[in-house]
Each structure stands twice: as C-alpha cells, then as structure tokens.
C-alpha cells in the first residue's frame, strides 16, 4: 500500500508518499512541500497548492490519502488557510476515487511515537528510524506530513482497505445514478 | 458582467448568478444550492459540492466569482466544513483563471441593503427588490449568494476589471514561465 500524507497549510504543505510492506515494514518514497507565494491573492495561492498536489497524485499514484485534521481551536491567524487547503486537497483525492483518512495531530503522534504527547523532535526521529533515513526532512511540514502516512499505515491497514471497498462501491452507485 | 455568488456550506452551498448591465441595474441569471447528504465521509462531500460548483461555473461562464469570506469566529461546529468548502470554490473560479472576490457579511449588507447592521429579512427584500423578484429565494443559502453576487457588482465594477486584469496579466505570465 502506498500512502499520500499531506500536512495542509497555505505557505508550505507537507508532502510524504511512503510503501508499507506489512506491518511496521516501510519505505520512502518521495518527500517535499508544496508552496505559495504570500503576496498572490487566496484563491490563486490556493490554486498553487492544488495543483501540486494533483501533480504528486498523477506521480506517485498512491492508495490512499492521510490529511491531518484540523481544528478551530488551532492558531486563528492561520486556521481558515489551512482549513481552505485540507478541503483542496481532500477533493483532488476524492476526484480519483482514492480513499480519504483524517488523522489528528494527537493520533499522529501516538501511532509514530507510541504517545500522544510526544513533542515534534521525537516524532521526527521516529519518521527517520521507521524509514531508514540519513537525516530529518526539512522543513518540518515535509517530515510532518510523513508522519501522517506512517500513521495511515500504523493505525489504518485493514480500515483502508475497507474504507477503500466503500467509496469503490459509492462510486459505482454515483455512475449507476449518471447513466 | 456576470457574477456567481457563492455562500459555502457543506450542508447547503448558496449558488446565486446575477447579470448587470451597469450602475444598478442587473437581473437575476440562476440560483439554487449544492448539498451533500451529512452521512457522506466528509472528503465525498467537499467533492460533491464541488462537483456542482465547477458544473455552474460550466453552464453559466461567469465573469467573476464573489464568495463570502469565512471567519474563524463564526460557528465553531460548522467554520471547517464552511472554510473547506469556501477552498473549494476558490480554486475552481481560480482554475478557469476567473477572479475571485471575497466578501464579509457586513459588506454585502452594507452593499446591498445600505447598513452593514441590517438584518437579514432586509437584505432578502432588497435582493428582490433589485432583481424583480416575485418573492424571496429559498433557502436563505441561495438568497444570501444572490446577495454576495450583487454586493459584488455594487462594490466591485472598477476593481473587478482591474482584477481581472491583473489575473490575466498573471496567467500569461504563467504560462510563459510553462513555456
């Protein structure tokens, strides 16, 4: 199973595709951030996003899509921002009939770290231990949005796989209902 | 110059088209809403409303998109669906290189009914007032995007060009940079 894992947020989201081969048995596969300019209108730095993200998908094909869930209580200033992008990116997902999981920041942690309070730096050296990686990715939203997909992977084989049978069988129902 | 309105909701998304043809005077083109059934995973329905959002921005080729601008006070249960929805509608006006302007609730009541304090019986009675309704449309979501539309052509006649101007001079230098 391949994962997406996408830290939304409108000046950099965090993009981590990892393979799970069983178990706690993974791999990187590719690692970055998408980015915007801050002095493009919203809907243009939105667009910006988007369209990295459909261009990650269209890559690397993955099985699923992790996003974390984001909350009202979380920084004000910068919550509609990423809200704006998580709905960006759930859709490019949903488009493809891919599976979309939301996984909170808490639950990021304990299923990487084995405790949901973990702080970011052992977070990031678990990312780095799990995949076998020289060094932490840079900046934070990239090793971020692997610790999403490493969760996915963690917390979600069997739930994927049927949350995946679902929306196959929804997108079947949607077409019988266009025909 | 047509305008799309667009109210975001996940439950209800107001879509509301207004023709104007200078200063005041201006015609009711469409309204409606897109809704996505609640037991949906939350991707699916982002991706529905979308879905029904790019099928207007199809049929009816707006000139500009007004939608309204979600703030992080508002309803705390509700201001993710709204803001994830009001992300979605931003880049699809944005993907179709149309520009966007968002609006705040007071504005369109100030725009429309002359007080940002009015209530929003006044602000519905002048939508059919301006457009020559035989009664106000239903749901509020849908009078409220007719609302934004018209806010639109009363605030925005001369920014709207500049805008799109501006968006124009920006896609083609997009494109140069693809080239």
């Known amino acids: 199973m391949r994962v ?14 990892v393979d799970s081969s069983g178990g706690r048995a993974m791999s990187l596969v590719a690692v970055g951030v998408a980015r915007s300019a801050t002095d493009l209108p919203i809907a243009e730095r ?5 369209t990295e993200i459909d261009a990650w998908l269209d890559l690397h094909r993955p099985d699923a899509v992790a996003v974390e869930r984001v909350f009202s209580q979380h920084n004000v ?15 490019a997902a949903a488009r493809r009939g891919l599976p979309v999981a939301l996984h909170t920041p808490s ?4 299923a990487v770290s084995g405790s949901g309070r973990a ?10 231990r799990l995949l076998r ?5 840079k900046p934070a939203d990239a090793s971020d949005a692997l610790a999403l997909a490493i969760c996915h992977v963690l917390r979600g084989g069997a739930q994927s ?13 949607r077409q019988g209902t266009l025909a």
């Open 77 to 91: 200033r910068t919550v509609m921002g990423t809200a704006q992008v998580s709905g960006v990116a759930m859709v």
């Open 133 to 137: 990686l020289d060094a932490t990715p």
């Open 161 to 173: 796989r049927i949350d995946a049978a679902l929306a196959a069988a929804r997108a079947t129902r």
């Open 119 to 128: 702080d970011k730096a052992q977070v990031a050296a678990m990312v780095v």
């Open 46 to 50: 939105l667009h910006a996003i988007g």
């Open 107 to 110: 639950e990021v942690k304990a």
């Open 4 to 17: 997406l894992g996408i830290d939304p947020g409108l000046t950099r989201c965090g993009l981590g595709v």
